[in-house]
């Protein structure tokens, strides 16, 4: 794994020597972790339990295509929180659910997005808006449960993926200085769960969600 970071580190140093308008740079992003449940299952029932605060970092490589249309990737550190709560299902409408089951479990990933930056032109001086779209694939790196006794997913998929969608402000406080922030939204497109003991009647899947809030300069 460190040959594999080594390596992206210096094709993203080679790429940002390649181009003078292209920048490389920090990315500091607080962000708002959970994840969407789908299942048809006529005896339980698994609702999203809980969201949880989160703080990735990482590096960041504009490459300018044009004036106002940039290329944009780097490798992010995503840490992400996976909650839900199994409970059975009513089989008469006076019937009380039984005790929930809930389970919590941390996850870690790092993420290599791909993205077209689309910049407006300077609503005051130094200052522009811009707008991104684009895909993020995922290497989980670690995972575990928050409770010892949590077992019902023995183990969860290495590879994920996300779309994303954002916006924010760039501003320009010196030749080779760029101080940026925005928001970023990503929704998850695959099944995070590989393999899991309960013996639902179909397969349970769960997606994950990510808010953030993302602050960073570039170089």
């Not at 300018?64 to 995503?78: A, H, K, R």
């Not at 290599?112 to 779209?133: A, C, G, H, M, W």
């Not at 101080?179 to 009647?201: D, P």
Request: aromatic share 14%; glycine share 6%.
């Amino acid at each position: 794994m460190r040959k594999i970071l080594v390596l992206l580190v210096m094709i993203v140093l080679s790429f940002q020597y390649a181009s003078a308008q292209s920048k490389l740079g920090l990315k500091f992003s607080p962000a708002i972790s959970s994840n969407r449940v789908s299942l048809i299952d006529s005896l339980y029932d698994v609702e999203p339990y809980n969201n949880t605060f989160k703080f990735s970092i990482g590096l960041i490589y504009d490459h300018e295509l044009t004036e106002t249309y940039f290329l944009s990737t780097g490798l992010v550190f995503v840490p992400k929180y996976v909650g839900f709560q199994v409970s059975e299902e009513q089989d008469q409408p006076s019937a009380n659910y039984t005790k929930n089951n809930i389970e919590e479990y941390r996850l870690n990933y790092l993420q290599v997005p791909i993205s077209l930056k689309l910049f407006t032109n300077e609503i005051q001086p130094d200052t522009r808006i811009y707008f991104q779209v684009g895909m993020a694939p995922e290497i989980k790196v670690f995972s575990e449960p928050l409770e010892e006794d949590y077992d019902l997913i023995e183990e969860f998929r290495t590879i994920d993926a996300t779309i994303l969608f954002g916006g924010g402000a760039e501003y320009r406080a010196g030749i080779n200085t760029t101080l940026f922030a925005g928001f970023t939204y990503q929704r998850g497109l695959a099944n995070v769960i590989k393999t899991e003991t309960f013996g639902f009647q179909e397969e349970l899947f769960l997606r994950s969600t990510l808010v953030s809030l993302d602050i960073g300069i570039k170089f």
